[in-house]
């Protein structure tokens, strides 16, 4: 039988004496530690971080180097920073065989702050006593995540590299930190810190190369060697831990014949089965996802959408998928983020995420979210546009008659109307959906423990009361507003007529004021037949009644059809009207249409860029701006923006405002603007705005912006 102990899983595999795989990363530490770079290895337990450590340390006794390996849990969590300190060089002294004790050095420069003296120690003592390159290896750097005074030991190594031109002796002294946390995390003050100076070292799975050397120290006839191989890593995906998890078991117990069904079974019974539940590596795992999680709620939605075939990608800075990473249960493949082996995948399975999920939602945020009055999404409008409206501000419009006047009031009264009542609409089943989930929850908490199911019941039934107040007010509010709705409807009718006939018989007095005199009631400006739009959705509706040339105003009612749809106009189809009259759409405000996964990640994406256009111009940066329109002139951007210093804006993005065809997409939406001049006083602008942009690749760019009021 193969001697299972050469089979390392979990812990260094030099202190074990076991079978050591070299990777690339071996080399690339090797020669960063030999140049004298600045390295840190940051990732997942269990990836074989300290094995690494241990075999680029002896190769740097070969090279002539004296590696330093530093183990911070020696130090302790419970510790001043005066202790924390003098115990690290006390390190540094032992290892190297410095003749300089470093405690009593330490004690006889007080005046000295701590990383002052850290670097003192390093310079005049350890570089003045050892002649060799000197690597200094700090483990388990993620323990400094406790401590509250360590932002100066980071930011004393990357003062030791920038001084490295005026001071060359500097040069011999690397540093190297590892350990399970995130640069962001380590420290937080980004001029400080030393990770944008240095290289990050990755660690990868075992390749099939590379694992194939594993079956040489297993009892196993050669022909079927490359075939073990195989039948772990299908599973594994190459993971350190798991792969030789997986080889000690079948060295340790091999099986009755080296088959792919008796792999499947043994790996079945390691991780799939009841011992899974204590397998350190899946108890990781586990514990990343839901204990230490500071947003458990979002980081399991973000996994439970990649193991679903999400487009997520892996974005440096982003706090959740940065954590994703470091849990180990994804992997980058290509710009993407995918489960990292199918052994995670059928442990964290569907069903695991609906439960954790449920067992990690923030009630209580998720409430207040629901009552809350209905938040608008905020983007931008083309800043040229927004000065023409500026300038424009104040200037009378003399063709508009008194009838113009109260239809536009009548119109403001109807859509404060509406919105209201689409308001009330969305907190009732905001409401009503939410307290559904926290049902459904509560069931799914007292499988796992019934005495906090029976608190959050209490919780629950308290805000049931509540929420079964505010419903009733809702209600009766709504009931109120679908009167006034009606009322506001038929106003609205009225002067639209009205507004039709005056407009007809001013275009015939300005074209002929003599012949308009005597036929009033006859008049001559070009008449349009109303196309029929009902069926349709907004869009397109609004598109084909603005082709005939006629304006158009929106309301959404109550219908089974779906959100967006024309399920009436005023006036009806076929009605002759004057060009540039106006039809009112009575849009369905239904379910949305049905998207598919890949439909809704673009829209998600479209309206990121729209975020982002939005922030680019609050931020007055004509620069971002320019990023994301390439059509918009820097420079002339950048000089109006120096009139203003403040801009803010709102949008309402219609129900089916966003449609996609291929790689182009058209966005149309309500958008509200608040500048804020450093001259003259500029009142808020509404514009009804479309957004085309254009996919290059996965991205999607403006193309260009049309506005009508």
């Not at 002539?64 to 530093?70: D, F, L």
């Not at 906090?452 to 509540?466: D, M, P, V």
Request: charged share 25%; net charge neutral; glycine share 6%.
């Amino acid at each position: 039988m193969a001697d299972a102990f050469q089979f390392v899983a979990g812990g260094a595999v030099q202190a074990s004496g076991g079978v050591y795989l070299e990777r690339d990363a071996d080399r690339d530490l090797l020669r960063r530690c030999l140049d004298g770079d600045f390295t840190y290895i940051l990732t997942s337990r269990q990836m074989g971080k300290s094995s690494l450590m241990y075999r680029v340390a002896e190769r740097l006794v070969d090279a002539g180097a004296r590696p330093v390996i530093i183990d911070l849990t020696e130090l302790g969590a419970q510790t001043t920073a005066d202790q924390w300190y003098k115990g690290f060089l006390l390190l540094v002294q032992e290892q190297l065989d410095l003749n300089q004790n470093a405690s009593a050095w330490w004690d006889a420069n007080p005046q000295h702050a701590y990383a002052h003296r850290l670097i003192r120690y390093l310079r005049e003592v350890a570089l003045v006593e050892r002649p060799e390159r000197l690597v200094l290896f700090v483990d388990e750097i993620d323990t400094t995540l406790r401590l509250g005074f360590t932002d100066d030991f980071f930011a004393a190594i990357r003062f030791l590299y920038q001084t490295r031109a005026m001071d060359p002796e500097l040069q011999r002294i690397s540093f190297v930190l590892i350990g399970v946390a995130t640069p962001n995390d380590l420290i937080k003050d980004a001029s400080r810190t030393p990770f944008n100076i240095g290289h990050r070292i990755d660690l990868t799975d075992f390749s099939k190369h590379e694992a194939a050397a594993l079956a040489e120290h297993l009892s196993v006839p050669p022909n079927v060697r490359n075939d073990l191989i195989y039948w772990i890593l299908r599973w594994t995906g190459g993971h350190p831990y798991l792969t030789l998890r997986v080889l000690r078991s079948l060295a340790e117990d091999p099986p009755k014949s080296w088959t792919a069904d008796e792999v499947d079974g043994r790996l079945h019974d390691l991780f799939l089965g009841p011992a899974g539940e204590t397998d350190t590596n899946l108890q990781f795992v586990r514990d990343m996802l839901t204990n230490k999680a500071s947003n458990r709620e979002e980081v399991l939605k973000a996994y439970d959408s990649i193991r679903g075939g999400a487009r997520v990608p892996d974005r440096e800075h982003d706090q959740i998928t940065s954590w994703l990473k470091l849990s180990g249960i994804v992997r980058r493949e290509g710009d993407l983020l995918k489960v990292r082996n199918p052994i995670y995948e059928k442990v964290f399975d569907e069903n695991w995420t609906t439960v954790h999920r449920a067992l990690n939602v923030n009630w209580k945020r998720r409430l207040a979210v629901a009552l809350r009055a209905f938040v608008w999404v905020a983007v931008i409008i083309p800043l040229g546009f927004a000065v023409f409206a500026w300038q424009q501000k104040g200037i009378a419009e003399s063709a508009r008659a008194q009838a113009d006047d109260q239809r536009a009031l009548a119109v403001a009264a109807r859509q404060e109307v509406e919105g209201q009542r689409d308001a009330a609409n969305r907190q009732l089943e905001l409401t009503k959906s939410s307290l559904a989930a926290a049902d459904k929850a509560v069931e799914e908490l007292k499988r796992f423990d019934p005495e906090a199911a029976a608190k959050l019941t209490t919780q629950l039934a308290s805000t049931q009361a509540a929420a079964d107040k505010e419903v009733a007010t809702l209600r009766a509010e709504r009931e109120k507003l679908v009167a006034d709705r009606d009322a506001a409807r038929t106003q609205v009718q009225r002067l639209t007529q009205d507004n039709t006939r005056l407009t007809q018989e001013n275009t015939t007095l300005r074209q002929n004021p003599q012949r308009g005199a005597q036929q009033q009631a006859a008049p001559q400006g070009r008449s349009v037949s109303v196309p029929n739009v009902v069926g349709r959705q907004a869009g397109e509706g609004e598109r084909l009644l603005g082709s005939a040339g006629f304006l158009t105003t929106t309301r959404f009612v109550d219908s089974d059809q779906t959100r967006g749809q024309v399920v009436d106009q005023l006036p009806d189809a076929g009605t002759q009207l004057a060009s540039g009259a106006t039809v009112s759409l009575s849009l369905s405000s239904g379910p949305p249409p049905a998207l598919t996964r890949g439909a809704q990640d673009e829209t998600q994406q479209i309206l990121r860029v729209l975020q982002r256009y939005k922030s680019a111009y609050e931020a007055l940066d004509a620069k971002a701006v320019a990023a994301i329109n390439p059509s918009m002139d820097v420079a002339r951007l950048q000089t109006a923006f120096s009139q203003f210093s403040q801009m803010s804006y709102d949008l309402l993005v219609h129900v089916d405002g966003v449609n996609i065809d291929g790689n182009t997409a058209t966005v149309t939406a309500t958008e509200t603007i608040r500048p804020t001049s450093r001259s003259v006083r500029a009142n808020p602008t509404t514009t009804t705005a479309v957004f085309t942009l254009r996919r290059a690749g996965t991205s999607w760019t403006i193309q260009s912006i049309s506005n009508r009021r």
